[in-house]
């Protein structure tokens, strides 16, 4: 496959992925916040922009943190790069360009849904989020179920795959830790209703309450959040179920070359972590919010190591000496290209 | 239900009298039978399926890249197979003599030398290519892939308009009509014999494969990206080939072979079609600020590894001025009559025909001789006193650049529109766009079909779609159809 159509495709995943997860932050802060008369003490907002990345810009904008603004950032904004919209607008483009790799289901899906959008953009319609937001859920699990049943296994289906999970075991990460930077007004308040009530918003933002209660009955108590959000193999939306799936979807790729290769050792390290018991030890050791921290880096690097292994492998330069003539740069592909032996690599 | 006040001297589905061409019998029926309601509906249901389905074009003057569908104009145009007979033999002559010509000028220049066309017509032309000379592609092919414009003139006569033999677009609006038709109108369709469009993408590659050595060669279209207006197209041709889409950025040239950047590595192209201009395809040898091309392109291309369609530096040969040699091209190469006749053409160029120019500017068509999509045609007919003054400078500033025709009365068809609030099928001026394969033993085939351009705004001459045409379903008929339907006429 081209590595820019592999790329588009992992880009697909990973947008729409996106699209839900923002939908799904501002679900559970607009149920806090239903109760916010009686917690008015409570910044439910602030938490949002500084897991989205938003904080800096908003304060330019905006100015003061409240809830219509913070919804319009993260959905409608024309300049936010990361609303639901632009969001949208990419991956509908994205698709575009990818059209003949994904089923015609799939196109359809997504074309007609941003035609909707744009209709109702233009004509003023899309004020009420509430529903917006809940078409977005249906909008991103119809996909997801579309790609399921009607994309053949093969290379699109994995880069769609890969794309769509590592991102969502981004977005796992990115929701736990709203609830540290929820601070509770006092210590007092640890166990009380109000936290209570955070935990619960918290495991219904990953659609994860019915899962606990099921698990562990009504009792909440944090180290089980934890444990189901991160740790649980078959909670869909755990971090552990996710990296798997990374590292499944990697396994059918294939392993043609070094970079390949030690990408796949890397997923699979991190795996080996949650799967054993690693993984809660050093939550213990470090602390919630560091082990986090961790994670969220251990994500970035697999998705550097993505973008080399598969899209970024080829470089070509102009030599200096014959100015008609290239030269190629491709980090351990060298022993697939057989044709290409003679090529000079005058540049290193 | 039909308005025929705007009707040309001739129409394609009514004559001079008013009655109903025999083709046309069954289709006008079938409209008259849905009423104004039926054929509404079945409008909103062809437009719906089309932007669905994302058979759209990319307006350029808009700042946001909206995109809008080719208007689709519901009642279909037919073409009997005698007529067709007729247009296919003419462009096989046509494509096969400007072949001949490509391959000619760019090596011993025959043409030249035996005075049959100036050489600064050719040598001084912006769009001849240098880089080509003594290239000879595989099979002496240069115009793998041809659009030939045809317009029908007062008395029905099938005439060439314009050569496209860069990148003609439009093929797959062919297509997809044709299956909105038997979506919207299937019992119109299946009540006519009309030979099938669909396996045009199996022509184009086999016509494309059959240029390379590999017994399964890899096939690619280069598009320019999504932004293009076309690039619905190009997806197109190349998904229903099994083909990929390849953007500048996803090939390279190393060691004078071209190769795609897979996720495994490299790979090896053996043909590209183009959808690109020449002059964007490599930076080293073409416009160097090109960020769509492929860097070192035309060595690999030079060195025999790679088949390029079309050849670059075919513009020399659709260039508008040259259009008024096409007939002479034919005959010295082919030693035949041309098929098809052009529309007499004066060049700027020539003093005796610039004169003629400058005193009948108001009954003429001018068109600058390298420019495509209607863009700086003027109709004299259409354009005021002080317009005609203003271009009558720029004539004289630069003669050899426009070239001028008499306006011809295009045939006129029923177009489904919205007139003054009033809704029927009104006449508008259309065209013909038939396309051609060439493969490697200089073989042509032409699709039996074409791209029918209509003229949407009342009274206007221009149909491209970027000056507000729209198009039709063409239904090239087989013989025992229109023989029946005659048969039926006698009795």
Known sequence: MLSRTARSLYRLGFLIERTENIARILDVNRRMSVEHEVFSELDVWSPILEITHNRQGFEARFGEICEASVVQLLLTDEENPYSVLACLRQTREIARSVRELISEEIWLHINLFYHEMERELTEGNLHTWGDFSERIHMFANAFLGLSYNTMVRGDAWQFMRLGTTLERARMTQRILQIKYHLLLPTADDVGSPLDLHQWQSLLRSVSGYEAYRRLYQAKIEPHRVYSLMLLNPGFPRSIHYSIREVSLALRELGMKNESQYTLYQEVERFLDDLRGGAASSEIIRLGLNKYLNGVSKRCARIDRMINIAFFDSITVTLTNDQSNRLTVQIPQQQQHLHSVSAVKQLNQ | ?491
């Open chain 2, 1 to 491: 239900m039909f308005d025929t006040t705007d009707a040309a001297p001739f129409d394609e589905s009514f004559d001079q009298s008013g009655k109903v061409r025999n083709a046309y019998a069954a289709a006008i029926a079938y409209f008259k039978r849905q009423g104004v309601d039926g054929v509404e509906r079945m409008q909103q249901s062809a437009d719906l399926s089309l932007l669905n389905q994302g058979v759209t074009f990319t307006v350029y003057s808009d700042a946001r890249g909206t995109e809008k569908i080719f208007p689709f104009d519901l009642m279909p145009r037919m073409i009997a197979a005698s007529e067709w007979s007729h247009i296919e033999a003419g462009i096989v002559q046509r494509v096969t003599a400007m072949n001949l010509f490509l391959e000619d000028i760019y090596h011993e220049q025959k043409i030249l030398r035996n005075r049959i066309i100036p050489t600064s017509q050719i040598l001084g032309s912006s769009l001849y290519c240098r880089e080509m000379s003594g290239l000879t592609p595989v099979g002496g092919v240069h115009a793998h892939i041809s659009g030939i414009d045809l317009i029908r003139n007062q008395s029905g006569e099938f005439m060439v308009l314009e050569d496209n033999l860069r990148c003609p677009s439009g093929v797959s609006y062919v297509v997809e009509n044709r299956m909105v038709c038997s979506r919207v109108m299937p019992e119109l369709l299946s009540s006519y014999r009309v030979r099938p469009v669909s396996q045009y993408p199996q022509m184009l590659y086999e016509a494309l494969a059959s240029f390379s050595a590999s017994a399964s060669p890899m096939v690619a279209v280069l598009t320019p990206g999504i932004y293009n207006s076309a690039y619905f197209e190009h997806a197109f041709l190349a998904s229903q080939m099994g083909a990929e889409l390849v953007e500048g950025q996803d090939l390279l040239v190393s060691d004078d072979v071209l190769y795609m950047k897979t996720t495994h590595g490299l790979k090896r192209v053996d043909v590209l079609y183009l959808r690109l201009d020449t002059d964007f395809i490599d930076p080293l040898v073409f416009r160097p600020d090109s960020m769509l091309g492929v860097p070192g392109l035309m060595h690999a291309y030079r060195s025999g590894n790679v088949v390029l369609a079309n050849a670059p530096g075919n513009g020399v040969a659709d260039d508008k001025a040259l259009y008024a040699y096409s007939p002479e091209i034919i005959r010295y190469y082919l030693n035949e009559e041309p098929i098809l006749p052009i529309v007499p053409t004066y060049l700027g160029s020539r003093p005796k025909d610039l004169k003629y120019m400058l005193d009948h500017l108001a009954e003429l068509v001018v068109k600058p001789t390298d420019a495509s999509g209607g863009y700086g045609i003027i109709v004299g007919s259409h354009a005021s006193k002080a317009e005609l003054a203003e271009f009558k400078l720029k004539l004289i500033a630069e003669p050899a650049h426009y070239i001028a025709q008499p306006i011809q009365q295009l045939s006129t068809h029923p177009s489904f529109l919205d007139q003054d609030g009033d809704k029927q099928f009104y006449s508008r001026h259309i065209d013909l766009r038939p396309f051609a394969v060439c493969s490697a033993d200089g073989s042509v085939k032409v699709l039996s079909g074409g791209l029918t351009r209509v003229a949407l705004k009342r009274g206007s001459l221009v149909v491209n779609s970027s000056q507000g045409g729209g198009s039709k379903d063409t239904w090239v008929l087989y013989p025992e159809n229109s023989d029946l339907i005659t048969g039926g006429n006698h009795a």
